[in-house]
Structure formats: C-alpha cells, structure tokens
C-alpha cells in the first residue's frame, strides 16, 4: 500500500492539561510498546515518509524515546508535538532525532506559558529542529496576539500557526477568519523574524490520522461542531481504499495554510 506522504499518531490519550480547544483522543487505550513499534514499521514499509507524533502529551509515555528513536531510525521524518511535560529528560533524543518541533501556546496567560519558554530558551544557542508556535485563536486571545508575538520575537522560533478554533463544543468564542487574516497581517508588519500564517478550521484534504489504539479517524465538521469518525483499523487490508472514500464522503478537512 501507499501509505499518505506525512501521517499523524496520536500515541496516548493522557494529557498533564484540560484545554478547552482539545479535540485530542480522550481515554482511548494506547498500544503497548511492541505494538507501537510495529505501528511505525508499518508506516515505513506502506511508504510513508513523515510521521507527526502527538497526542495527549507524548512525552507522558515511558517509551517514549524508545519510539522517537525508532521512527527516526527507520527513515520517516519525524515531527514532534508537545506542551512540555518533563521536557528536558527527553531533549537530546528529540534533537537528535527530530526534524521539527511543534509547541503550543495560545496567549501570555496561557498556563503552559513556563513550559514553553523554558523549551524555546533553550534553543536560543546551538543546532535546533525547525521550531513551529502554534496558537489556536478564539475571542479569548485575540486581544492578546500583539503581546504573544512580541514574546514570541525573544525566541527562535521558524513559523508561528494562527489555528481559527476549532469549536468542539461550543462555537461562540470562534473569531470570523476574515478576522484572523487582518490581524495576520498586521502582526506580520510589526514581526519580522519569523513567518506567521493561519490555518482555518474548514479543511478539505483528509489527515491520515492513528488513535492511540490503531484505529484510524477522519475529523469532520458536524452541526458547525467538530466530530470524527473511526473508519478501521491501521493493519486493515482495504484501510487506504475506506479512508479515500470516507474522506470524500465526510468532505473532510483541508490542512490548508493561508
Ligand atoms: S495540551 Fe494539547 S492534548 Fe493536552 S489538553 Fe491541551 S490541546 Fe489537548
């Protein structure tokens, strides 16, 4: 089979935070080591060539380093999502074996603040992954972009994502995209040393996206809400043929930057 170019493992469920933007895996089992090993493999020998691995937070499972190590090791791109937790146990091995980083933080008050800045500190000397700041924007950060970009320019990040949020159960702090793409370039005038573009929450090209059990999920807009669906399992023969279909079927997201 061929396996889409980059794909996305959600590897755990547990998350150290409850943010209320989270469309993350919620209390599905994870896969035992071995199995999450064979998971990459897989990916590796169905041609993929970029494995995304989030969550939850990643870096709450114990082999974690075991498996960044894997996925290196057999030849996928490895991009590597995290809030932090217990960040510097596992930094040589993300450096070592990452080609890209991708952190969050939503605003100056955000509580994943310290995290965060810790991390990026520690990237302001010495060879670093590509480092991506994502912030999902509702109308409660919006006032607060100008603040989090100039903190942002302190740090050596590559690109800054502006997420339009997308709602999971209430849609009424969502800001209008047209919205989101004025204040883009606005901040953009004022912030040189990195790129800053938005990604909105409509899109139409499906992820190839791995639970933590295997099962794969297509996200998908429903009553203005998000929602998705488990279309199999990773190791189906006909996996790749039903996410096709599904995905047509579903009009499911486009990972589209504007
Ligand atoms: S840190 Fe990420 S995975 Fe954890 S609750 Fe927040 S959005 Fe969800």
């Known amino acids: 089979m061929n396996f889409p170019f980059s794909v996305d493992y959600r590897i755990t469920s547990r998350c150290n935070h409850d943010c209320s933007e989270c469309y993350g895996p919620k209390n599905i089992r994870e896969l035992s080591t071995e199995d999450s090993l064979k998971v990459i493999k897989y990916l590796k020998e169905n041609n993929s060539k970029r494995l995304v691995i989030t969550g939850g937070e990643p870096l709450l499972r114990k082999d974690i380093d075991e498996l960044i190590k894997s996925a290196s090791l057999c030849g996928l791109e490895t991009y590597f999502v995290t809030s932090g937790y217990d960040y510097f146990s596992h930094k040589e091995i993300i450096d070592k074996n990452c080609a890209y980083l991708s952190l969050p933080l939503n605003s100056t008050k955000d509580n994943r603040l310290k995290s965060i800045t810790a991390i990026l500190e520690s990237y302001n000397k010495g060879i670093k992954p590509f480092i991506k700041l994502g912030s999902v924007v509702s109308a409660d950060n919006y006032g607060n972009l100008e603040e989090l970009g100039e903190l942002l ?79 199999g399992s990773l190791f189906d023969n006909d996996i790749l043929t039903k996410w096709q279909i599904k995905s047509k079927e579903l009009n499911s997201w486009n990972w589209k930057e504007i």
């Open 153 to 231: 320019s302190n740090y050596p990040i590559d690109l800054w994502i502006l997420y339009e949020l997308i709602p999971v159960k209430d849609a009424s702090k969502t800001v209008n995209l047209e919205l989101l793409k004025e204040k883009r370039i606005e901040l953009s005038k004022k912030i040189s040393k990195f790129d800053i573009k938005i990604t909105p929450r409509f899109r139409t090209k499906a992820y190839f996206m791995i639970n933590p059990d295997a099962t794969i999920i297509l996200p998908y807009e429903k009553n203005g809400l998000y929602s998705e669906e488990i279309i």
